[in-house]
Structures are given as structure tokens and as C-alpha cells.
């Protein structure tokens, strides 16, 4: 094969395009993945999210390159980063926003019985939520969402997922108390093992 550290940014695009081979298109990434990390870390502030968002990047390359007309690819790479980077920020953002909501809502329904769901919203709480929604059961992580998230009543979520309303209301209940239990086990492991390190 030809060296292809030789050739240009535009032989090289011209080249991935005719081809869609992964080395050319490997080669022309490498000439700026050093700046392409730089950006990352300039926006997300995280090593490893910077790493992650390098590789995510050179991945939507393998489609957008031969769907442009790229005349500069630099510059052309520096729009892709910088608004790969600002929808990432986007979303952490909004998901943050979601689990903090489901946090504030349970502390004004329930008051004291959810203690853990208090004002102070730090990443391990957050992550902790995150986890334990995700390992609900389907019928009552899909309540729960559509109760706390979107703001839906009783009647709405059983129109909307084909569950009776008490049905609905058993979903949310047992949710909620299972929420409760997972995040407690949780921050109980935690103290365990912090005290472990000490």
C-alpha cells in the first residue's frame, strides 16, 4: 500500500470517499486527534470524557466524510468536535435536570419518609438514581418516568401504557419504595467501603 502520510487532507478525503477505507480515513484523523482531544477537555472538562468523545467522533467521521463537500478539513473537523462536544453538554445537562426533578418531586410528596432524596444534589446521588431507575422493573421505570418527568397523571400514564389507573398507582408506589431500598443499599456499600480505605 501507498504511504499515505504523504498525501494531502484533500487526497486523503477524496481517497476515503472513492474507498471507505478506515486506514485512510485513520490516517487524516491522526494528523489532528491531538487537537481534537484539546477541544474536548476545553469543553467537558473530563479526561475521560474527552477520550470517549474523540473516539465518538472519529465514528461519525466514517459517515459525514463522504456526505460533505469539505474543502478545508481542519476547520471542517474543528465544527464537528466543538458541536459533538456542546450536544454532549446538552445532554448531561438535561438528564441531570431529569433525576433532580424526580428528586425535588419526591421530597414534596413525600417528606421525610424519602430522606435521601434531599437539596443536596451531588453526582453520587444522581448516578446512584440513575442506576437504581434503570434496574426497576420495565412497568414501573416507565411510570415513574412518565409521572416525575413528564408530568403525566394517573389517568394519562394509563391511556398512554394500557395499565389499569390502580394498576398505575401500585406501579409508582412500589417503584418509588424500590428506588428507596436500591439507593439506601447503595450509600450503605459506599460507607462500607470508605470506611474500609481509612
Not at 419518609?113 to 431507575?133: G, P, Q, S
Request: glycine letters at 4%; a neutral charge; proline letters at 1%.
Amino acid at each position: 500500500m501507498a504511504d499515505l502520510s504523504v498525501l494531502s487532507d484533500s487526497e486523503l478525503v477524496d481517497q476515503y470517499r472513492r474507498s471507505r477505507d478506515l486506514n485512510v480515513l485513520g490516517t487524516l484523523f491522526q494528523r489532528y486527534m491531538v487537537l481534537v482531544f484539546g477541544l474536548c477537555m476545553k469543553y467537558l472538562k473530563n479526561r475521560e470524557d474527552s477520550r470517549d468523545a474523540v473516539m465518538q467522533i472519529f465514528e461519525v467521521l466514517i459517515t459525514d466524510v463522504p456526505r460533505f463537500e469539505i474543502r478545508n478539513f481542519k476547520s471542517w473537523l474543528y465544527g464537528v468536535s466543538r458541536n459533538h462536544c456542546l450536544m454532549k453538554i446538552r445532554k448531561d445537562r438535561a438528564e441531570k435536570h431529569r433525576y433532580e426533578n424526580i428528586s425535588a418531586d419526591m421530597i414534596m410528596e413525600s417528606g421525610d419518609e424519602l430522606h435521601l432524596f434531599d437539596d443536596n444534589h451531588d453526582e453520587n446521588l444522581l448516578t446512584k438514581l440513575k442506576t437504581c431507575m434503570e434496574n426497576l422493573k420495565e412497568e414501573q421505570r416507565r411510570c415513574l418516568e412518565l409521572f416525575y418527568y413528564d408530568h403525566r397523571c394517573y389517568r394519562e400514564i394509563s391511556e398512554l401504557l394500557l395499565f389499569d389507573e390502580n394498576k398505575v398507582k401500585s406501579f409508582i408506589q412500589n417503584g418509588k419504595r424500590n428506588l428507596k431500598i436500591c439507593i439506601e443499599s447503595k450509600s450503605v456499600v459506599n460507607n462500607v467501603g470508605d470506611q474500609t480505605k481509612i
